[in-house]
């Protein structure tokens, strides 16, 4: 069991939780996730690490409703435990790995999180200015209320914009007006780092393209089982058949296939869309991965 040793409300509907987990602690890093379960009938649940804590054992998450499996446990409070607590899975981010850290301080970087894409973006400008790497970073949402980590993420960025949609705090627009007024403003980047909704990705990726700036995404929505077997987090970039889970989740925004991986985020929610999508992509829809041995 995995004990909750804190539990925070950030926003309506999403909470913050320090999970008693040393194993994933000791090795997780910027950009990987977990898969969490609350019990016997619970659902798994893929959630980026937000935060860890080494020395206590600590791994902090964030939690938004969207389903029952959600719900079930946001209500878990302090001093209840998750059944199980998987990790760290995925890669962990290129831009915050030791062997990089030379090419990395060349770059000029942005960040630009989106809602909850606040969250995986916290510990990767957290992990660069303890290694000495300054980063910008533009923090997007559609209203004041759903803010949440501005201070936390204003003590780690060289400089942090905060925007919301409806203009009630700070810039008023979404994260792409914020950047391409940047740009307006002579501020040049050398690589962007987009987590959000698919639909923000996309849009920030149209719009750094257009800039002229290498983007990195991470792919963190569509997954769902999170170890490449159920065919959900199957993406095409460039020209080669992904998975989110055990290839990504971070990949070059610029060469992912937005429209597509959405449609099939659609059809999944399903049984009659899932048994259409595992009908056309037969042998790649799951397995194919050549990772998780579901073609066994």
């Not at 016997?40 to 902090?60: A, W």
């Not at 949402?141 to 925007?163: G, H, P, T």
Request: proline content about 4%; hydrophobic content about 35%; overall charge negative.
């Amino acid at each position: 069991m995995f004990p909750i040793v804190c539990k925070r409300q950030l926003a309506d509907q999403i909470v913050l939780m320090d999970i008693k987990a040393p194993r994933v602690a000791k090795s997780c890093l910027p950009g990987q996730f977990i898969i969490a379960k609350t019990d016997e009938i619970g659902e798994r649940i893929p959630l980026t690490i937000c935060d860890y804590d080494r020395e206590n054992g600590t791994v902090t998450i964030v939690v938004q409703t969207i389903g029952a499996g959600t719900k079930r446990m946001m209500d878990l409070e302090e001093g209840d435990s998750l059944m199980d607590f998987v990790g760290p899975l995925g890669n962990p981010s290129e831009l915050c790995m030791e062997e990089n850290l030379e090419e990395t301080r060349k770059k000029k970087i942005v960040f630009i999180a989106g809602g909850l894409g606040t969250a995986p973006i916290y510990p990767q400008v957290k992990w660069l200015h303890e290694h000495g790497v300054e980063a910008d970073v533009i923090m997007g949402s559609r209203n004041k209320e759903l803010l949440f980590f501005i201070d936390e993420m204003k003590a780690v960025a060289k400089n942090c914009y905060v925007c919301t949609d409806d203009g009630s705090y700070g810039f008023k627009g979404v994260g792409t007006a914020q950047l391409e007024a940047l740009y307006e403003e002579g501020v040049r980047y050398d690589q962007c780092v987009a987590i959000g909704p698919m639909i923000m990705m996309k849009f920030s990726c149209l719009t750094t393209k257009k800039l002229g700036i290498p983007t990195i995404v991470s792919m963190n929505p569509i997954m769902v089982d999170g170890t490449g077997m159920c065919g959900a987090c199957r993406l095409v970039v460039g020209d080669e058949v992904k998975f989110a889970c055990v290839d990504g989740p971070e990949f070059d925004g610029h060469l992912v296939d937005f429209d597509q991986a959405m449609k099939r985020q659609q059809q999944y929610k399903t049984a009659e869309g899932r048994a259409k999508l595992a009908y056309e992509e037969g042998a790649t829809h799951h397995g194919g991965c050549g990772h998780c041995g579901g073609d066994k």
